[in-house]
T-cell receptor, first 115, second 117 residues
Framework: DTGVSQDPRHKITKRGQNVTFRCDPISEHNRLYWYRQTLGQGPEFLTYFQNEAQLEKSRLLSDRFSAERPKGSFSTLEIQRTEQGDSAMYLC?????????????FGPGTRLLVL | AQSVAQPEDQVNVAEGNPLTVKCTYSVSGNPYLFWYVQYPNRGLQFLLKYITGDNLVKGSYGFEAEFNKSQTSFHLKKPSALVSDSALYFCAVRDTPNSGGYQKVTFGTGTKLQVIP
């Protein structure tokens, strides 16, 4: 399968625990994005990478959130000391930076529930 | 700042009838517009995009969208709806890329399409 994959698909955790999500982009894509989606809302931008460099972070990305893309391939998103408000779908997308033609392709998402 | 609005939370249409899902946008430069579809507990699937050129854009699954610059709209259309088209549809906009070739995408709040058999 050559699409974007995410792991795990579902995560249930207790408040205060740390969680880590993984995203594997389409292999030739050099840009990778993380979004958060809550019920009834569209995806909200969290951060993006070009190759291994994290170039932009949203104000939504508090100090408890950290993302990495160490070798410019897969990426991880870690949430420390989870709170109930972190419950959401976390979406990863990737794209090939070809200027105006750029299109983001999304993975299936990781649904997080914080109890 | 860029923004996109989907004025209808839900659209109901009978199977076989034409459907329209509305989207309006606001950008400071040239708009780059996208439609995505989301099925329950799934990620977003790309349907179509407008970058430049012909105002009528054709995409996947028989969908098309019409770019109207004067009305700042990019409505999604399909001539004959299928029950399997029932899903959540998102419009998205990107402004003219910056010098680094990047500009983030802003999504609407989504419109639930219900196709009634």
């Amino acid at each position: 399968d050559t699409g974007v994959s995410q792991d795990p698909r579902h995560k249930i955790t207790k408040r205060g625990q740390n969680v880590t999500f993984r995203c594997d982009p389409i292999s030739e894509h050099n840009r990778l994005y993380w979004y958060r989606q809550t019920l009834g809302q569209g995806p909200e931008f969290l951060t993006y990478f070009q190759n291994e460099a994290q170039l932009e972070k949203s104000r939504l990305l508090s100090d408890r959130f950290s993302a990495e893309r160490p070798k410019g391939s897969f990426s991880t998103l870690e949430i420390q000391r989870t709170e109930q408000g972190d419950s959401a779908m976390y979406l990863c997308a990737s794209s090939l930076a070809v200027a105006v033609q750029e299109t983001q392709y999304f993975g299936p998402g990781t649904r997080l529930l914080v109890l | 700042a860029q923004s996109v609005a989907q004025p209808e939370d839900q659209v109901n249409v009978a199977e076989g009838n034409p459907l329209t899902v509305k989207c309006t946008y606001s950008v400071s430069g040239n708009p780059y517009l996208f439609w995505y579809v989301q099925y329950p507990n799934r990620g977003l699937q790309f349907l179509l995009k407008y970058i430049t050129g012909d105002n009528l854009v054709k995409g996947s699954y028989g969908f098309e969208a019409e770019f109207n610059k004067s009305q700042t709209s990019f409505h999604l259309k399909k001539p004959s709806a299928l029950v399997s088209d029932s899903a959540l549809y998102f419009c998205a906009v990107r402004d003219t890329p910056n010098s680094g070739g990047y500009q983030k995408v802003t999504f609407g709040t989504g419109t639930k399409l219900q196709v009634i058999p």
